[in-house]
Each structure stands twice: as structure tokens, then as C-alpha cells.
């Protein structure tokens, strides 16, 4: 990974705190493949249980799309203090969440209403103030022959990963980067398979449309040539790492919608999470998986709302902050910085509270305000 602080990383260093979008063909499936759930992310549901894409085409007839407003998606990140948007274009199931000319498996073609859902959570993102940013899976592919991973529908011995690169892979990304405004970030995923120069081209290839577009670390299999790293899902490090790091989470146990999942964290253990990774000086990329008719689950409101709350009220705490100067963490919360001032997040009420190591004397210490409470 790239250490140096770029320009183009100004926002995102900022930001913290964004939201991750997985929605696809997979929200319709709900979790089921023949009456039964099937045990797992629901967005890997295909592979699993190796859905001929014959039949997972399907699932498209009920991603009604009836209730999707993009503007309650842009203010809901919003109040919960987020200030960017990933939103998976493409998924592993191949499925376009846009208008693609290029492959006509894709939402505006094959639902109903016709909609591009892409474009209007960018337009509606963009309005409220907010970065938008695309997910990308750029190795797997389970509708395309030549992209890796269908091995039911296609022969492993065929394949010609170059293909696919060359082809829907570079050709979506072309539409996306060139169609949808500016975008802020591709959100690579899974590049397993890929050769480091494979991976390299096609950062090379998203920065030629769009210079400040960022890539993510999972461009590549190390993490070495993406503008930052992302750590693995739900992956929290036991110390700070060097470079630029995010995590990227879930509310529930799933990314895609999955109506049984009800093991739901709660706003003040997500509060602590983003505690923990901003005295680390990482970002914190939170998912919601909309429901197949485009609503957001209700307890993913409530949720990023609470937490939303307390961000508003500590936000000083939260944007532009720096990882802790300290190499161990106290028992009694986390630390931030930025520039001369440290900020203290107190994970229970104390009377004295001594940090040592101090070489400088305090000017002042207070409160940023007592509603800043958990
Ligand atoms: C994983 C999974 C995927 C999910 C992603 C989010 O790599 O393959 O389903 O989109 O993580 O970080």
C-alpha cells in the first residue's frame, strides 16, 4: 500500500465513518434455495449451494424495487454521520445493479420497473453532500464463462480470465467511471486468482478516467498496490497498523438481506467499534442489506440513527482524527489525536484520570458535552 498522503486521499481520511450498500439479485433469494435456508452469506448463496445461472436468473422477478427511494438511503447516512457511499454495482453473482450495454444481466434490464438503481442512489448521495463510491468484484464472476469461480455452469480448463478482464470487467467499469459522474472510490474485492500485474493494469485503468477515483486494497491479493488497505470482514487489529487501514462490517451477520438474521449489534457496541478503529486512525465502512423491494431493514435505521445521535454531538472526535500517540491502549477507553489535541473517549464515568507521558504541559482539558454520552 501507498503511505503517502495523496490528495486524493484528503476526504476519505476525513471521513471515518462510511456506508456500505449490498444489494443485488441475492436481497431477492432472502437467504433460500428451495424452500430451505441456506446457512451462510446470502450473497454467496449461488455458489454454495451452485445455482445453475439459469435458474438464479430468476430471482430478478422479485427485486420488485417498490419501495426503493434513494433519498432515504443518502439521508439515513446522513444521520448516522456517514460521509460516503459504496454501493455494490456488481456483486460475484455478475448481476449489474445499473444500466449496463454491455451485459444485459442487470437490474434495469431484467426487473420490472426499470430502474437504475445506481444512478439514483449517486444522484440522490451526491445531493445530500456525500462521496459516492462504487463496489467492484473484479475476479469472480459467476454469470461470466471466462471470470473465476462458476465451475457447475462453465469448465474450469475453458476459462480465460483474460476475457473477462478485457471484457465485461473493463467494459463496466468504463460505463460506471464515465456514466455515473464522479466517483470517489472502487471498491475492489476478492482478487484472488489475479496476477499482480493484472491488478495493476486495472488501477492503472480506473485512474485513467477518473485520476482521483480511489481503489481499494483488495485490488490485490497483498494489499500492496490499492490506495489503502481494507482488513478482512469484521476484522479488528490489536495494534495500529502502518498506512492508511478501514474495516468493513456488518450491523447483522450477513451483507445481503436475510430476513432470519435478527443478530443485530448494538448502537453502543458499533459506537465502541468506531471508537476502537478511529484510535487507530481507520475507517469504519458499515452495511446495510436492503430488503428486495428497496426498503432498508428497520432495525438498520434505528440503528445508524442511535448511533448517528452521538455522533453529531462528538463529531469534533470523530472527522480528520489521527491514530492515538500512545503504543498501548488503557483499560478505561481509547485515545485520538489531531495535531496538538488528544481526544479521550471514556468507556465509564471517573473521577482522576492520569496520562502520563505527556512532554508538554496541558492547556486545557474538558468536556465536549455531557450529551456526548453513550
Ligand atoms: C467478502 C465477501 C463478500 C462481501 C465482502 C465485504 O469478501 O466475498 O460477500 O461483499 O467481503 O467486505
Not at 455515473?180 to 485503468?205: C, H, N, Q, R
Not at 474495516?247 to 465502541?272: I, M, Q, V
Request: glycine share 8%; hydrophobic share 35%.
Amino acid at each position: 500500500m501507498e503511505d503517502s498522503m495523496k490528495d486524493s486521499m484528503k476526504w476519505w481520511l476525513d471521513s471515518r465513518f462510511g456506508m456500505f450498500i449490498h444489494f443485488g439479485i441475492f436481497a431477492a433469494s432472502e437467504g433460500k434455495w428451495k424452500g430451505q435456508e441456506s446457512p451462510g452469506l446470502v450473497e454467496w448463496m449461488q455458489c454454495r449451494e451452485q445455482i445453475p445461472v439459469a435458474q438464479y436468473r430468476k430471482f430478478a422477478e422479485k427485486l420488485t424495487l417498490e419501495n426503493f427511494r434513494a433519498e432515504e438511503y443518502a439521508s439515513l447516512a446522513k444521520a448516522a454521520g456517514m460521509k460516503y457511499v459504496v454501493f455494490t454495482a456488481k456483486h460475484h453473482d455478475g448481476f449489474a445493479m445499473y444500466d449496463s450495454k454491455c451485459s444485459d444481466y442487470n437490474v434495469v434490464k431484467m426487473c420490472l420497473p426499470h430502474r437504475d438503481v445506481a444512478r439514483e442512489l449517486a444522484d440522490a448521495v451526491r445531493k445530500a453532500g456525500l462521496k459516492m463510491c462504487f463496489y467492484y468484484s473484479q475476479a469472480l464472476d459467476w454469470e461470466d464463462p471466462d471470470a473465476f469461480g462458476n465451475t457447475w455452469d462453465f469448465q474450469e480448463e475453458q476459462k480465460v480470465y483474460r476475457r473477462f478482464l478485457d471484457g465485461k470487467c473493463k467494459t463496466q467499469l468504463k460505463e460506471l467511471l464515465t456514466e455515473y459522474g464522479e466517483i470517489s472510490l472502487i471498491w475492489f474485492d476478492m482478487p484472488k486468482g489475479m496476477t499482480v500485474d493484472e491488478s495493476l493494469e486495472l488501477k492503472a485503468y480506473v485512474k485513467q478516467f477518473q485520476p482521483d477515483c480511489l481503489v481499494s486494497g483488495r485490488v490485490n491479493m497483498n494489499q500492496t498496490i490499492g490506495d489503502y488497505g481494507s482488513m478482512g470482514d469484521n476484522e479488528f487489529p490489536s495494534g495500529k497498523l502502518p498506512g492508511h487501514w478501514e474495516t468493513p462490517a456488518t450491523l447483522n451477520n450477513t451483507w445481503g438481506y436475510r430476513p432470519s438474521d435478527h443478530n443485530w449489534k448494538t448502537p453502543e457496541e458499533l459506537l465502541r467499534l468506531l471508537i476502537e478503529l478511529l484510535s487507530k486512525g481507520m475507517n469504519y465502512l458499515l452495511n446495510i442489506g436492503p430488503m428486495p423491494d428497496g426498503r432498508i431493514p428497520q432495525e438498520s435505521v434505528e440503528i445508524l440513527t442511535e448511533m448517528g445521535r452521538w455522533i453529531a454531538v462528538n463529531k469534533e472526535a470523530v472527522y480528520g482524527t489521527q491514530a492515538t500517540p500512545y503504543e498501548f491502549d488503557y483499560p478505561w477507553g481509547r485515545i485520538s489525536r489531531k495535531e496538538n489535541v488528544l481526544y479521550l473517549y471514556l468507556f465509564e464515568h471517573m473521577e482522576k484520570l492520569e496520562l502520563p507521558g505527556l512532554e508538554n504541559r496541558v492547556k486545557s482539558a474538558s468536556l465536549l458535552t455531557e450529551a456526548g454520552r453513550i
